[in-house]
C-alpha cells in the first residue's frame, strides 16, 4: 500500500467520520431499514431455511398449512439481526409481508395485539432502499393493477385525486365489483377489506387515517364510516382473527405472497406471572395464524430460557407444530477468522467509499492488523464490533492505528452482569410494547398535528445524551428547528411545514412554493401523512424534484409514526416519574428511531455522542395479447403427452416415459464430467420439439450450435427407427444460432436494452422490481458490492431505469440516455429518489462512462434486439430452436450481465403470455456459472424468480451442471424432477443430501458407482433408475469462427423469412 494512500486512509480511520459502523447493537425499530454491513454467509442455514420456506409458498400446488420456525440462540448470538435479513430478504424480493412484534404478557386479546403490530409493520416502507412506498400501498397497488383487470382509465381517475366523496364512493364500488366479477381467486375475500385498499389509491390524508383505523379494528364514527362508503367498522371480538386470516388470503390470492409474522423476544413473557399458561395462549394463536397455507411465524429468542421454562408449559401437539418441519434452528454465536475479516472490511470499504477512496487489495483490513481476525476468532458478532469501535476510539483520541486484542487492557471486551437499570429498562420497554396497542387518535387539523410533530422532535432531544436543540418554535404554520451538534455549534436550520393539500388543483404546490419562500436561506422540510406524488408523468412530480434539488427535504410521516409520537407523550404522563425513565428513553430512543424523525434529526448528528451504557444485550447486531406459441405450429407433432428418454435398470428393464407436462414445472441433470447429463437434456428437448415446443439453448462452449451444422444430421445412425425420428426432427424445426458481442458485420448478434423493454404495462411493483434486476446487473459490471454505498448507487440506478421506462414507452433506450438521465440531476429522478443522498450519483455517472467506453459491444444497437417472443415464435411451419452462444461475449462478468438481461426478458414475456400447458423451454448448461452457491452474480436474483414465476407461463428452465457441488440448492421446491447421474465429490454429495432425506429410497451412496448415461430420477419423492437414450444429435465443440459462420447464415434465413411473411402480412391488408 502506498504512503499516501495509507496516509489518507488512516486520516478518515481517525475523523469522527460515519461513527455508527462500528455501532454493535441492533434496534428492534431497526428491522424495518436496509442493513448495509449484512453477511449472507453467517447463519446461512437459518437463511436457507427461510428461503425454502418463502420460495415453498410460491408453488402452485396447494399446500397444507403454514410452517412455523423456531429460532434459538444465546444472548449476543444474532438473532435480531438474522430477523431483520429475513425482512430485508422478503421485501427486496418481493416475496411476501413481514409483520414484526415482540412478545408480550399483559394483553387478553392476542390476536388484536397481532393485527395492530401488523398494520404498524405494513405502514413502514415496503423497500426503504427504493422508495417511501408503505407495504399498504405495495399490496393496495397489487390489488388494483393485478392483471390489468381494471381500466387504465379508472385507476388514473382514483389516484388523480380529483375527486369529490360522493364520486369517489361510486367508483371504488365499481372498480371493486370489476376486480371481484373478473378474478375468481379474489371472490371469498371480505369486499369491504377490498374497499378499505382501495381508498388507499385517492390522494386524502383524511381518507388514508380512517382506513387504518378500519384495519386496525378500531371502533370508527359515523363520519368516518361516511367517507368510506359506510363500510361498517370491524368491532367484534374475533374481529382481529378474521381480519388477519383475510390479509393472509388476498396476500396469496394477488400474487403469491407470503405472510411473515415474526414473534421476536420470547424469552420477555419469562418474568410475568403465569407465565407458562400465558405462553402457551400466545403459541395456540400462533398455530392457528400458521394453519394458513402462505403464513409462515417465525419464533425467535433465547434457548435456556425457551428450553428450561416455557417449553414444558405446551403440550406435545403443540411443541410438535412449533419444533418440527422445519426442525428447530439454534444460532451459533461465535464467530470465524473469515467471518470477522468480513464483518470489519465491510464497514471500513463503506467509510472509506464515502471519501471516493477504496481498500489496495481484497485482502485488506487497514488499519487493523492482519493477524486481528485470527486473535478475535470464537468471539461474538456484538463483541468483534465493539472491540473494533473502542479501538476506532482510540485512533480518534491518538491519531494512531488500533493496537492488537489485548494489547492494552482498556482494548478488550468484557460482558458485565445485567444491572438494576437492565432490569427495570427491561420492565419499561415491556410497559411501552403493550402501551403501543392501544387506540391513539391523530388530529385532523395540520395546526394541531404540526403541535404534535414538535413535541416529539422535543422528545427525540430528551433521547440523546447532549442538548440537541438549540432553538424549536412556531412561526404561523410552519416549525422552525435549530439542531446542534455535541460540540454546540449549529448543523442543521430547519423550516418544516405540514403539505397535506391533495396536488388536485396546485393545491400541494402552493404548499410547497410558500414552504420554499418561507425558509428563506434554512432547509426547508415538507412533511405528509400519505405519500408524496411520485408518476413521473406528472407535473407535481417534477415540481417536487425541483424543490429538492434547491435543498428541500420531503418526509413522508405515516400513520403509525403519528400514533407512537401521540402514545409518548400518554406513556411520559404515566411513566416519567419511574427512576430509570431517563435512562430507558435515552437507551431504547423510541421516537428517535422512527424513519421520518430520524430523518428530520440526521443520523450523522445524532452518532456524536452514544449513550454511556454499551452492553446492552436487548439484540444483536450485525400488456400486449399473449399469443399461445404451439398455436401456430402447423406440422403434425411427434407425439402429444409424454417421452420415452431410455430404460428402467433392473433385471426386466422396460421403457421409462414420462409427462410431457411434468417439464412446466423445471428440471435439473446433475453429474460430473462425462456422465451424459447434457445428452439426456437434449434428447428430452428433441422429443419436446418434435412435440412442437420450441427451445433455447444457452451455449457456453460451442457444442449446441451442433445443431446447425449440416455434418452432424449425416452421422451414421444404426437404428432406423431413430434414423427416422431424426429426419422428422430436421424437417420439423428450424435452427438459429445467435452471437451476441459479435463485432457487426459477423455472425448473428442479439443485443440487450439497456431499460428492459416493457415496464410501462407492468404493474408498479413489477416494474420497480423489474429494474432493479437490471440496475443491479449494471452494477455487477462495474465492480459494485450490495453493500453500504454502492447498495445505494444501485438503488438509484434503479430508480433511473425505472423512471425512463416509463417515460419512453415503445423506444429503445441506450445506455448514454441513462447517463445522460443521471447526470443532469433530473428533478423527476431526485424526486422518486426520496432520502437518498443525490451526491453519490457523480461516481455513478463516471463508472457508467467507464462502462460504456470499456463494453461497447454489449450495447451496440447494430443487431436483433432482444425479444423472447421472436426467439421461442416460429413462422411458419417450423418449431423454433434458438442456440444463443456466449463465446463472443468475453470474460464471465459480461456473460452474466448478458444472460441476467436475457432472464428478465423471459420473465416479462411469462408475465405477458400465461398457460397451463409447457409452451417452451430454456437449457442453461453450466448452470452453477448462474446460481452459485457462494456468490451473488447478476444472473441469481432474475433466475430464482424465474423458477418461481415461468410455470405460471408454460415456460421450462432445465439447468444442467458438471459441478453440482457448485450449485445453489435453495430453490430446489422450485425444480420438480432431477436427473442425477455421476457424483463422486463429498462437496456435492453432501449438498444433495437435504434433498435426498426427502425421497423414498437411500440412493446418496450409489450415485459414484454409476456410469456413463446412467442416472437416478427423483420426482415426488420416487426414485427411478434408468439408463438414458442418447440424443439424436452428437453435440461436440465447434471452433469459434465456424459458429460465426453459422450464425451468419442463420441470420441470412432469418431475414428472408420475415420478410417474405411481412409481404403476405401486407398484402393481405
Known sequence: MSDTLHKKLLQIFCSRSMEGIFHSITHHNQIWQPDPYDIENIHQESRECFERLLNRVGHNQQTDSGRIMLLLGESGAGKTHLVRAFRNYTHEKSLGYFSYMQMTSSVANYASYALNYTIDSLDKPYNAMHGSTTGLTYLSNALIEQHQIVPQRAIDQLRSGALGNKDLNKLIFKISDVILNKEEKLRFIDIDLIRALLYLQHDEPAIHARVRKYLRCEHMSEYDCELLGNIAPRIQEDAPDRLLQDLAQLMMALNKSAFVICLDQLEDIHPAENAGTKFRHTMEKMTKLAEIPNVIVVIAGLGEIYSGYLRDSLPNSLIDRIERDPDTLTLRGERSTDEIHTIIQARLRDLYDSHDLELETDESIFPFQAEVPTILAGMKTRQVIDWCRQEREYSIRTGQPPRLPGAASDATVVSLPPSDHDTANQSLEQLWNDHLTQQFIVPDQEDEMLQVFKRGIECCADELSYVLLSHIGLRDSFLDVDIQGAKGDIVQRLTIRLCQKSSRGGALARQIET???????????????????????????????????????????????????????????????????????????????????????????????????????????????????????????????????????????????????????????????????????????????????????????????????????????????????????????????????????????????????????????????????????????????????????????????????????????????????????????????????????????????????????????????????????????????????????????????????????????????????????????????????????????PLENLLRRARSAGIGLMLATQSPGDLDYRSRDQISTWFIGKIKETTALNKLKPMLNQVKVDISNKLANQSIGEFYTVYNGDVSSIKANRSLIQADQIPAYEILKLAAVSKKKDKRISSFFQKIFVNSQ
Not at 415446443?693 to 449440416?710: F, M, N, T, V, W
Not at 429494474?771 to 433511473?800: C, E, P
Not at 428478465?904 to 405477458?912: E, S, T, W
Request: net charge negative; glycine share 8%.
Open 515 to 941: 414552504l420554499a419562500t418561507a425558509a428563506d436561506k434554512r432547509t426547508a422540510v415538507a412533511i405528509r401523512s400519505v405519500e408524496f406524488p411520485a408518476n413521473p408523468k406528472t407535473k407535481i412530480a417534477e415540481q417536487l424534484g425541483e424543490f429538492v434539488a434547491t435543498g428541500g427535504k420531503k418526509i413522508l410521516v405515516p400513520d403509525a409514526d403519528w400514533r407512537t409520537m401521540i402514545a409518548m407523550e400518554q406513556f411520559r404522563e404515566q411513566h416519567a416519574t419511574h427512576p430509570a425513565f431517563n435512562n430507558w428513553l435515552q437507551k431504547e430512543r423510541p421516537l428517535l428511531s422512527l424513519p421520518s424523525l430520524q430523518q428530520i434529526i440526521s443520523f450523522e448528528v445524532e452518532l456524536d455522542i452514544q449513550p454511556s451504557a454499551i452492553n446492552k444485550v436487548t439484540t444483536e447486531s450485525q400488456s400486449s395479447t399473449a399469443i399461445p406459441i404451439q398455436s401456430q405450429n402447423s406440422s403434425q407433432p411427434f407425439s402429444t403427452d409424454s417421452l420415452e428418454i431410455g430404460l428402467t435398470r433392473g433385471i426386466h428393464p422396460s421403457p421409462y416415459v414420462i409427462d410431457t407436462a411434468r417439464f412446466v414445472r423445471h428440471a435439473a441433470f446433475l453429474g460430473g464430467s462425462g456422465s451424459g447429463k447434457t445428452t439426456l437434456a437434449l434428447n428430452i428437448i428433441e422429443q419436446i420439439l418434435l412435440q412442437g415446443i420450441p427451445a433455447i439453448l444457452l451455449d457456453r462452449k460451442g457444442d449446441l450450435c451442433s445443431y446447425a451444422q449440416e455434418e452432424a444430421w449425416h452421422s451414421p445412425i444404426t437404428d432406423p427407427v431413430r434414423a427416422q425420428m431424426r429426419q422428422q426432427l430436421r424437417d420439423q424445426i428450424e435452427v438459429v444460432v445467435y452471437t451476441p458481442g459479435a463485432i457487426e458485420g459477423q455472425g448473428y448478434p442479439l443485443n440487450i436494452p439497456i431499460v428492459p423493454k416493457g415496464l410501462e404495462n407492468l404493474s408498479s411493483g413489477e416494474c420497480d422490481q423489474l429494474a432493479n434486476y437490471a440496475a443491479f446487473s449494471l452494477g455487477k459490471m462495474m465492480g459494485y458490492t450490495d453493500v453500504g454505498q454502492n447498495k445505494t448507487r444501485i438503488a438509484i440506478l434503479g430508480k433511473a431505469i425505472a423512471i425512463l421506462g416509463q417515460l419512453h414507452t415503445g423506444d429503445t433506450l441506450t445506455i448514454d440516455d441513462l447517463l445522460d438521465f443521471i447526470d443532469r440531476d433530473d428533478p423527476l429522478l431526485l424526486n422518486a429518489i426520496g432520502k437518498l443522498d443525490p451526491k453519490l450519483t457523480k461516481k455513478l455517472v463516471q463508472d457508467l462512462q467507464t462502462l460504456a467506453f470499456g463494453h461497447g459491444s454489449l450495447f451496440s444497437n447494430s443487431g436483433e434486439l432482444l425479444d423472447t417472443k421472436n426467439l421461442f415464435n416460429h413462422a411458419g411451419k417450423k418449431t423454433r430452436l434458438s442456440i444463443i452462444n456466449t463465446s463472443n461475449l468475453g470474460n464471465d462478468n459480461n456473460i452474466l450481465f448478458w444472460v441476467s438481461q436475457l432472464l428478465l426478458d423471459i420473465g416479462r414475456f411469462a408475465k405477458n403470455s400465461p398457460s397451463d400447458k409447457l409452451q417452451g423451454v430454456i437449457l442453461l448448461d453450466e448452470a452453477d456459472l448462474y446460481l452459485p452457491a457462494q456468490s451473488k452474480p447478476a444472473t441469481k436474483e
